[in-house]
């Protein structure tokens, strides 16, 4: 059974960071792209950032570049976003998300098999 446990959510203000973290158990986790994306309220759900199998290739979206970091330990099966310099609209769900086919980071929802269920991230003002 493939699970994927976010972690790491909370209130903080803006300027502030947080970092996620992403455990995975039931999968090869070394052979998966990682994703994660976010959901604010009334809004789709939108990529965040990618990494795969062997970090050689990361990939943000332009709205986190240079502010969110992501990382991944496969010994501990787990993918992380450091967020740093938050701002209110980071507000959202943050999910992680597994592509067991992607040899490349993709930004489509749909390329990813497995999802977490959501960790909140609130960054106040």
């Known amino acids: 059974q493939v699970q994927l446990v976010e972690s790491g959510g909370g209130l903080v203000q803006a300027g502030g960071s947080l970092r996620l973290s992403c455990a995975a158990s039931?999968?090869?986790?070394?052979?998966?792209?990682m994703g994660w994306f976010r959901q604010a309220p009334g809004k789709e759900r939108e990529f965040v950032a990618g990494?795969?199998?062997?970090?050689?290739?990361?990939y943000y979206a332009d709205s986190v570049k240079g502010r969110f970091t992501i990382s991944r330990d496969n010994a501990k099966n787990t993918v992380y976003l450091q967020m740093n310099s938050l701002k209110p609209e980071d507000t959202a769900v943050y999910y992680c998300?597994?592509?067991?086919?992607?040899?490349?980071?993709?930004?489509?929802?749909?390329?990813?098999?497995?999802w977490g269920q959501g960790t909140q991230v609130t960054v106040s003002s």
């Open positions: 998300a597994a592509d067991r086919l992607g040899a490349h980071i993709s930004t489509l929802i749909t390329e990813y098999e497995y």
């Open positions: 039931g999968l090869s986790f070394k052979i998966d792209t």
């Open positions: 990494i795969t199998r062997s970090a050689i290739e990361v």
